[in-house]
């Protein structure tokens, strides 16, 4: 009976995702009751949306066809489910993380700056008033290989503001620890997604997001940069995976309870 309430709510998330990009729903009763959860990355315009879900719901069922608790990231979107309850309550766990395997010139300049950008995504994210908690923008750096960070957070609507800001600031105090000195990061919680890029160019669609305005760059000299200790692509219990350029060589990420 689980079995088949998972396959119908799977098969529900597509057509009745709604227009912010979120899906909650349940079905069955004591141990066959089905949880689930779906959030679409806040820059996909519906259909994007609709189409990512479907592929998604396919996939995990695929995966995970026997047990009771999954949860996908897939690039744009991320598909959860459980038999506990998990709608409305923040999960930091599991945490999974991917890097760029390309290291940036200045580390020192580049994690002042970027720890001034994810603060204030972190503010603006966390008392969004949108049925969308995200926020994205751009701060230029004094690094000439890298003039750009491109930065993006997103929280699912179900849980508190205040839930919200702990989330992403648990995120970003992961990002030296799995991925020091690289150039791009992404950290997965079931809760809240954190990115961001040195390209030219943003990795989210602009016309579909409102740009955090940023403070002035700061003004303090920059200490001879060290350079970044090797990584093997693992740290902490934290899966790494690399991608090459901002383009990931992976589609998804699969964690099964």
Sequence with gaps: MYERNLNTLLSSVSP??????????????????????????ADLQPSQCREYVKNATEEILKRCPNQKQAILWHE??????????????????????????????????????????????????ASNSSPKKFAAARRDVDDPKHPFIYAFE??????????????????AQMIRECCDGARGVRILTPSCYLRFETDQDPFY???????VSQPPKLSIPSPVPQPAPQRDGESGGVTCPHWNLGLLLFSLFVFIF
Excluded: W
């Design 205 to 211: 669609n602009k016309s579909m997001v409102e740009t």
């Design 76 to 125: 744009f979107c991320m598909v959860r489910y459980s038999n506990e309850a998990i709608f409305g309550t923040l999960a930091i766990s599991p945490m999974r993380s991917g890097h760029s395997g390309e290291n940036v010139t200045n580390t020192v300049v580049f994690y002042r700056e970027l720890n001034v950008l994810l603060d204030s995504l972190h503010d603006h994210a």
């Design 16 to 41: 009745n995702i709604n227009a912010n990009g979120f899906y909650n729903a349940s079905m069955g009763e004591n141990s066959d009751r089905v949880n689930l959860i779906a959030l679409c990355r």
């Design 154 to 171: 997103q929280c699912t609507p179900d849980i508190t503001s205040e839930e919200c800001g702990d989330c992403l600031n648990k995120s």
